[in-house]
């Protein structure tokens, strides 16, 4: 075996990629997933291929049951004959890093299918209910040839904003047991939703959730009544999100919500959204590879580390603040900013290609 750490490694592994090896997109994805040596190389070598799957976001609270309807989804997508990847992000094992639930176990009925891939990723500390790496895995998995790319957050509440800004459409799934729904709209979540489904809708309460959605979208629209939506095209001033009912644990509703989905991806399509939305996301790209290089200059030159400690004393006593010491080190570290012939330092953690 030989560690991934050359660019004839690299290459190799690429052309396995290229061919459709699985096994080639699951290292692929690993290499990507943890920044390991050569993930630059994998993800420009698909930049030019991304952009052909449909990426769709699935969250909601804890419990609401969204593992099973990706479940779902994913059947009825094998059903068209279309190709499916599968990011689930769970939260971060405290001993070993890495994501807590198996999604392979949850996701069984599909786990197996030769047209299915599913990654489990560990938050590792993101907020946003998507781990750092989702987009670039997702990029692979485009590159990969999936036309079908399913984001399921981690469930963290109200802070899973982000993935609205990874996916094509979003899919936000509630149950009624969520609480107040006035509270589990909040923060957001209301701006992100492109579709809204109550999930074990034969429990109490469901019927007065989804009247209280409507109402809400009505209230946004500047309307006194709820909103249903019903068909949607690009000749309508906009998209109301419809409002579904899903008992997916018996597969019912499941079709409404695949094909308020596939409305939704005509309506993107036509109306040109698709590409603004696309095209914001290519320009978070750069912001975050931009922020990601800073960090990775700054805090991984011992140089710079050391005249950082040294303005301990400095900081301690008083005689300096904080805003002080970040103008000079941004001051003196001009050069390594800059510099392009900067390695960053090894990773620790090797990858290998049999």
Sequence with gaps: MTTVATDSAIARLLEQ?????????????????????????????????????????????????????TTRLTRTYRERGLRVGIVAVDPTSPFTGGALLGDRIRMEEVALDEGVFIRSMATRGSLGG????????????????????????????????????????????????????????????????????????????ADRLRHDIELMLGLRAGHARPVKAAAHSAHSDGWTPPVLGTIAAQNQGI??????????????????????????????RVMEVVEQQIRQRLWRDAATLQWLDAQLDGLEDGTLVPFAVADAL????????????????????GDVIT
């Excluded at 308020?260 to 978070?284: C, I, M, N, P, T």
């Design 130 to 205: 998507l781990a750092t790496a989702t987009r670039e895995v997702c990029d692979v998995l485009d590159g990969f040839g999936m036309d079908v790319i399913l984001l399921e957050t981690v469930g963290v509440g109200q802070s899973e904003l982000d993935v609205a800004r990874a996916a094509d459409s979003t899919l936000v799934v509630l149950v009624p047991e969520s609480g107040d729904s006035i509270q589990t709209l909040k923060a957001g979540v209301m701006e992100i939703a492109d579709v809204f489904t109550v999930n074990k809708a034969d429990r109490p309460g």
């Design 17 to 69: 990629f290229r061919a459709g090896k699985p096994a080639a997109l699951a290292r692929a994805v690993s290499i990507v997933e943890n920044h390991r040596p050569g993930f630059e190389q994998i993800l420009a070598a698909q930049h030019a291929l991304i952009g052909r799957a449909r990426r769709i976001g699935i969250t909601g609270p804890p419990g609401a049951g969204k593992s099973t309807i």
């Design 255 to 284: 079709t409404e919500v695949v094909e308020a989905l596939d409305r939704h991806a005509r309506y993107l399509e036509e109306s040109g959204e698709l590409r603004v939305r696309r095209r914001l996301r290519l320009r978070e």
């Design 330 to 349: 941004r001051a003196q570290s001009a050069s390594l900013l800059t510099d392009p012939s900067f390695s960053p330092l090894p990773s620790t953690q």
